[in-house]
């Protein structure tokens, strides 16, 4: 495969991914539930069901990647869950709008992890965008201090840098990671299954959370896991945007939740910043692909 083909095949692979995921909380939220008993229903299905289509796809063909491809897919794995764990407790302990604001910072994350350990050095307008990110975070966080958000959104943040250090490793690798984000919520399930054996199974809806798990969650995460094999760090966060821009409108339209005023400030800073530099990346990412053409002509 070409690298133009491979890097369009990233793109659309990742994109998909993200405007699935942008569904994820909304269904989480109509399932009223108890917070471990959404977890493990959540994690419970998608795990049924990547073992169920990986299984199909090993029995057609013996190219079936692994579930979990090494060492680096344990990692990788464990990370994922740590992340599902996190995520779940910030949209408990936060407002829906925080959540995805803050998880937007995860593109910044992976540019910083990656310059660390990929030596995929940031170019100074990067470094603008990370200090913009950092104003708009402080001034979501900020808002929280005394409302009792302080700790889902500090939860949204490690779900963020769990997320990035995830792509970061599996772009370090090179391995085909497309199941493991799915393996990875065994770690989750088991916590679930432990915590729900004390307070009890308490759910509303379970469909919703069945929708969510066995459908949802594992077509997003197969896409925007396997993102890394073709296109950078930062253009595979850059697609959990989606999320951030289109979470928070389901939300409103389906709960008539409004995000607070320094919360929709943060967040317009996040946003615009990350489209900016997001632009500005797949046009400088267009010129260096045209100069190689033409110095490598096929």
């Known amino acids: 495969m070409s690298s133009h083909n491979a890097h369009t095949k990233g793109l659309l692979l990742t994109a998909l991914g993200g405007l699935m995921l942008t569904v994820d909380i909304p269904l989480i939220r109509l399932a009223h539930g108890e917070a471990w008993t959404i977890l493990l229903l959540r994690t419970g299905c998608t795990f049924v069901a ?41 949209v408990y302990n936060t407002s829906t709008a925080n959540l995805v604001f ?71 690798s090179g391995k085909d990671m497309g ?26 809806a379970p469909w919703w959370i069945i929708l969510n798990g066995a459908v949802v969650m594992p077509f997003a995460f197969f896409c925007l896991a396997n993102g890394p094999k073709y296109i950078s760090g930062p253009e595979v966060a850059m697609f959990y945007l989606l999320e951030t821009v289109l979470a928070p409108v389901w939300v409103w339209m389906i709960f008539a939740e409004t995000p ?32 190689l053409a033409v110095a490598y002509p096929v």
């Not at 190219?63 to 990788?76: D, R």
């Not at 464990?78 to 996190?86: E, M, N, R, S, W």
């Not at 992976?110 to 402080?138: D, K, Q």
């Not at 990875?184 to 916590?191: D, K, Q, S």
Request: proline share 3%.
């Open 50 to 90: 990547a073992l169920i289509v990986w299984a199909v796809w090993r029995s057609f063909s013996k190219n079936a990647p692994q579930l979990i491809p090494g060492w680096s897919g344990l990692i990788v794995a464990v990370i994922y869950g740590l992340g599902a764990v996190a995520f779940i407790t910030g």
């Open 102 to 172: 803050i998880l937007a910072f995860s593109t910044m994350f992976s540019a910083l992890l990656s310059w660390l350990f990929l030596n995929e050095r940031p170019r100074p307008l990067t470094l603008a965008a990370m200090a913009l990110m950092i104003v708009g975070i402080a001034i979501i966080v900020g808002d929280s201090i005394g409302t009792g958000h302080l700790f889902g959104d500090v939860m949204a943040l490690c779900s963020a840098f769990a997320i990035a250090c995830a792509i970061t490793i599996s772009r370090a």
């Open 179 to 204: 199941f493991t984000a799915l393996t990875g919520v065994l770690l989750p399930f088991a916590l679930a299954v432990f915590m729900v054996s004390r307070t009890g199974f308490q759910v509303e």
């Open 260 to 291: 607070s005023r320094n919360s929709l400030i943060g967040g317009a800073i996040l946003i615009i910043t990350l489209v900016a530099h997001s632009l500005w990346q797949l046009h400088e990412g267009r010129k260096r692909r045209a100069a």
